[in-house]
């Protein structure tokens, strides 16, 4: 079992900047593959970024690329998403997770085993 807990959401005018933690305790060994999704009101839940657990390859979607940031503390068991140059689309709940094996294309929330509660991120115009 892994459990996910993140961290450091909150309230942010346009252009400010945020960074959210996820703690993860339990079964850490096994991680192929760490992301961020995002759900906004009436929406599916969307691919934010991810990282490969072995390599430190991160990969994110097109709409954050150059803003957004995907870091981790080995010796802590924690990753990061540092956020910059935030906007009001980018208001949602924040969800991190974690995949045990590799799958085609890693940016389906059923590509991964287990999520955190969730953080909210709110930005005003």
């Known amino acids: 079992q892994l459990q996910l807990v993140e961290s450091g959401g909150g309230l942010v005018q346009a252009g400010g900047s945020l960074r959210l933690s996820c703690a993860a305790s339990?079964?850490?060994?096994?991680?192929?593959?760490m992301a961020w999704f995002r759900q906004a009101p009436g929406k599916e839940r969307e691919f934010v970024a991810s990282?490969?657990?072995?390599?430190?390859?991160?990969y994110y979607a097109d709409s954050v690329k150059g803003r957004f940031t995907f870091s981790r503390d080995n010796a802590k068991n924690t990753v990061y998403l540092q956020m910059n140059d935030l906007k009001p689309e980018d208001t949602a709940v924040y969800f991190c997770?974690?995949?045990?094996?590799?799958?085609?294309?890693?940016?389906?929330?059923?590509?991964?085993?287990?999520w955190g509660q969730g953080t909210q991120v709110t930005v005003s115009s």
């Open positions: 990282i490969r657990w072995s390599s430190g390859n991160t």
């Open positions: 339990g079964r850490t060994s096994s991680t192929y593959a």
């Open positions: 997770a974690e995949a045990r094996q590799f799958r085609l294309g890693m940016r389906s929330p059923d590509d991964h085993d287990y």
